[in-house]
Every structure is written in C-alpha cells, then in structure tokens.
C-alpha cells in the first residue's frame, strides 16, 4: 500500500506564499501512475477540491484559486506540490493530498494553512 504525507503547511500574513509537499512511501508505484488530488477542509465547511495533477504533470484547476497557485510532481521523488500565492483568509483551511487506486481512496493526515489578515 502507498502512504502519503502532506508538509510545508503554517502561519502566514495575507498576500504571502506557501508551497506545500504531499509525498508518498511504501509502494511507489502506485503514487507514480496515478493523479494527485488536492482538497481543503475549512472548519465547519466540506472538503473541496483545488488542483490535480496527473501522472504526466497535467493539471486543471479549480476556479477558486486558479492563477493563484501552480501544481507539480516529481515521480522520481515521489512528491506532488501546491504552491499557493497571494494567500488570503479565505485558504485557511487544512489541505490533503490524495490519490484514487484500484483498492480505493488513499489520503494524507492534512497539514494546516492559517492566513491572518
């Protein structure tokens, strides 16, 4: 099984940046062929999607934020990236990355993105 890890989540001022790391371990492979989901939980709100990035590095956006970040990978590192720019109140929300294998849904812990304004 493949197990991912967000990071680079924190406490930041409005109009600032933050690039945040989703990496995997465990069966690589499976990281590798398969597109990497982005989603945000705000308190009290459900858990959206923000960007994915397929195993080729296309990406489309979610309309909220699109121009305002830029999704990668890196198979070789097994690492998907959401760097986020201009960063306002309303991103403050918990961010996960997932993928969608044969087996099912696999998602991260979250890491926490705090905007003060």
């Known amino acids: 099984q493949v197990q991912l890890v967000e990071s680079g989540g924190g406490v930041v001022q409005s109009g600032q940046s933050l690039t945040l790391s989703c990496t995997a371990s465990?069966?690589?492979?499976?990281?590798?062929?398969?597109?990497v989901s982005w989603y945000r939980q705000a308190p009290g709100k459900q858990r959206d999607l923000v960007a994915q990035?397929?195993?080729?590095?296309?990406?489309p956006y979610a309309d909220a934020v699109a121009g305002r970040l830029t999704v990668s990978r890196s198979n070789s590192e097994s690492t998907a990236w959401l760097a986020m720019t201009n960063l306002q109140p309303s991103d403050t929300a918990v961010y996960y990355c997932?993928?969608?294998?044969?087996?099912?849904?696999?998602w991260g812990t979250g890491t926490q993105v705090t905007v003060s304004s």
């Open positions: 990035v397929t195993y080729d590095g296309r990406a």
């Open positions: 997932a993928i969608r294998t044969g087996q099912g849904d696999v």
């Open positions: 465990g069966r690589i492979s499976t990281f590798t062929i398969n597109t």
